[in-house]
């Protein structure tokens, strides 16, 4: 058979359950493509390996219909796309989101596993600032910002996230460490995991200061649960694909 003749052949190659998962999301409505996606994201939470030993299989089918239904274009939607501390996070400004994050968390709200605080003024300018627009636009093409800042706070022993995809208002998150206490003797602090297809992780031990850059609607995450007095505090930026309906990122 000649190679014009194995193009022209229709393709019998039976399609993966991860690419029947995202050619279901085609012919979905945009309400009925937020739920498969929120029953997706659901399932990458329950099938890490801790979980579920088994659960290899499904593992596979969830990553690669999130993998297909990943809406930016980068070399490799898995794992951390930036790792670093920013020019624009001069001190001067550090110390103004630390002030900024101390009056947030008195009025944060216990959300999930942990307590949660809208930004403030400075969080915001940051949220929509050129600089950090400049920083997502070089490691992830048509991006943009959502406006949207909020500072974490995991204080009670045992606050921490299982492992799980965002929803689409943070399908792409820019997460920076402000300040993690740790109690002395803390063998293992907690930290930010990268959860993979294969079954293997990364774990992400992250200095105050520090920024990531992950597609956390395609890629899961988790962070383990911090233990007796130990303290993180983190202010996480929202991006969402350039020109996507708004009212699909709304909270
Ligand atoms: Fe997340």
Not at 28 to 41: D, F, H, V
Not at 77 to 86: F, H, L, S, V
């Amino acid at each position: 058979m000649t190679a014009i003749q194995d193009h022209a052949q229709p393709q019998t190659e039976p399609l993966t359950i991860g690419q029947k998962l995202a050619r279901l999301h085609q012919e979905l409505t945009p309400a009925e493509q937020a739920n498969l996606k929120l029953i997706l994201g659901l399932s990458a939470g329950r099938l890490v390996p801790a979980k579920d030993p088994d659960a290899g299989q499904g593992r596979t089918a969830v990553s690669e219909a999130l993998e297909i239904l990943c809406p930016y274009e980068v070399d490799d939607p898995r794992g951390i796309q930036y790792r670093g501390r920013p020019d624009f996070l001069t001190d001067e400004l550090f110390g103004k989101l630390l002030a900024e994050a101390a009056r947030v968390g008195e009025s944060a709200v216990p959300f999930d596993e942990h307590y949660l605080g809208c930004g403030g003024p400075v969080a915001d300018a940051i949220a929509t600032s050129p600089e950090l627009a400049e920083l997502v636009a070089s490691v992830v093409p048509k991006a943009e910002a959502t406006g949207i800042a909020s500072y974490l706070f995991y204080r009670d022993a045992g606050q921490g996230i299982i492992p799980h995809i965002d929803t689409d208002i943070f399908s792409l998150n820019v997460l920076m460490m402000l300040a993690h206490d740790i109690p002395e003797g803390t063998e293992q602090p907690s930290a930010l995991y990268m959860h993979y297809p294969d079954g293997t992780e990364e774990r992400l031990q992250l200095s105050p200061g520090e920024v990531v850059i992950f597609l956390a609607g395609t890629q899961a995450h988790s962070r383990t649960p911090i233990c007796q007095d130990e303290r993180v505090t983190i202010l996480t930026f929202g991006f969402m694909p350039e020109g996507a309906p708004l009212e699909n990122y709304r909270r």
